[in-house]
């Protein structure tokens, strides 16, 4: 099955890439470490996705351009499967 390119689809795995990075220590982890845990480039698509997480507050981004992101209490629980079907359907 291929991998899904939507924004949202891309949130929820860098999610659980940071989540498995830290577990649950809300902790700055380095995008290029994020990029590299899941095998992609940084690319317009990652972008997309960064700004969907910051919207739906599953993510803290540094300032522009991102160079690390970190965890927030709705992007542990989205990386838990936990994330609110409201957040799921938007987007």
Same mark, same amino acid.
């Given at each position: 099955? $291929?991998?899904? *390119?939507?924004?949202?689809?891309? $949130?929820?795995?860098?999610?659980?890439?940071? @989540?498995?990075?830290? /577990?649950?220590? +809300? #902790?700055?982890?380095?995008? %290029?470490?994020?990029?590299?845990? !899941?095998?992609? #480039?940084?690319?317009? &698509?990652?972008? $997309? /996705? *960064?700004? @969907? &997480?910051?919207?739906?507050? *599953? !993510?803290?981004? =540094?300032?522009?351009?991102? #160079?690390?992101?970190? +965890?927030?209490?709705?992007?542990?629980? $989205? /990386?838990? %499967?936990?994330?609110?079907? =409201?957040?799921?359907?938007? %987007?």
């Amino acid at each position: 099955m $291929a991998k899904s *390119l939507t924004p949202k689809h891309i $949130a929820l795995r860098i999610c659980r890439t940071i @989540y498995e990075l830290n /577990a649950q220590d +809300l #902790h700055w982890v380095p995008l %290029g470490e994020v990029c590299r845990r !899941l095998d992609e #480039h940084h690319t317009k &698509a990652l972008d $997309a /996705a *960064l700004e @969907y &997480a910051r919207e739906h507050e *599953l !993510l803290t981004c =540094s300032p522009p351009p991102v #160079h690390s992101v970190m +965890l927030t209490h709705k992007g542990v629980l $989205a /990386a838990r %499967g936990k994330f609110k079907k =409201s957040h799921r359907d938007s %987007g």
